[in-house]
């Protein structure tokens, strides 16, 4: 996971409570130099700067020093309000991210979490929550998360397997469903082509 860079860069403009964004996608501007940075904003350090983990994933952590970068949402709360008609936080004040706009390379649910071999860091607190069908599910954030301990060398041989398109060979943080017809798993962008591959092998074999 990304690692904390020096203290690089938050100036606040006409943003009071910038720790009350923790857990939003922001847009850190640095004052001068015009440098922008997308991402999401994560909890303080222990010295006080807030950080942000960058949409780029190999990017790394930056902690934002009030003097130089200024801090804003990328989507203010009346807009998401007008967009979405609903709830904006949940029972316990977290901002609630829903299917199709959550962040997964910063943010993740404990489930989530186990199926990238991570888990939550102890007294991690969770900075945002996901909508599910019934209630709310905690989002921590990924780069505070800490590694389970390794599997056993066949056990993690058949984990990165499973999670291995027999196609195009990328890795997703899920198991692909394994097929009925030859018994391989998938990435969903491969799923139709290996099919119609395997179609066009059985009819040129005669079985077709």
């Known amino acids: 996971m990304p690692n904390s860079s020096h203290a690089e860069p938050l100036l606040l403009l006409g943003v009071d409570d910038t720790p009350s964004l923790v857990g939003w996608q922001v847009t850190a501007t640095r004052v001068l130099a015009g440098q922008v940075m997308k991402g999401v904003l994560l909890p303080a350090t222990a010295a006080g700067l807030l950080r942000l983990h960058p949409d780029d994933g190999d990017a790394p952590l930056l902690e934002l020093d009030p003097a130089r970068w200024r801090i804003t949402p990328r989507v203010s709360l009346q807009e998401r309000r007008r967009q979405s008609r609903r709830l904006i936080h949940c029972p316990n004040g977290l901002l609630i991210y829903r299917y199709g706009d959550l962040p997964t390379t910063q943010l993740a649910t404990k489930t989530m979490l186990r199926r990238l071999r991570r888990r939550p860091a102890t007294g991690q607190a969770p900075i945002a929550s996901y909508m599910m069908q019934k209630g709310y599910a905690p989002l921590f954030a990924v780069a505070d998360s800490h590694e389970l301990p390794p599997l056993p060398p066949a056990r993690q041989a058949a984990w990165i397997l499973a999670r291995t398109c027999a196609r195009c060979a990328s890795r997703g943080d899920r198991p ?21 591959e395997w179609q066009q092998h059985n009819r040129g074999g005669g079985h077709g």
């Open 176 to 196: 692909y469903e394994k097929t009925d017809r030859d018994q391989q798993r998938y990435c969903p962008p491969c799923q139709q082509p290996a099919a119609e």
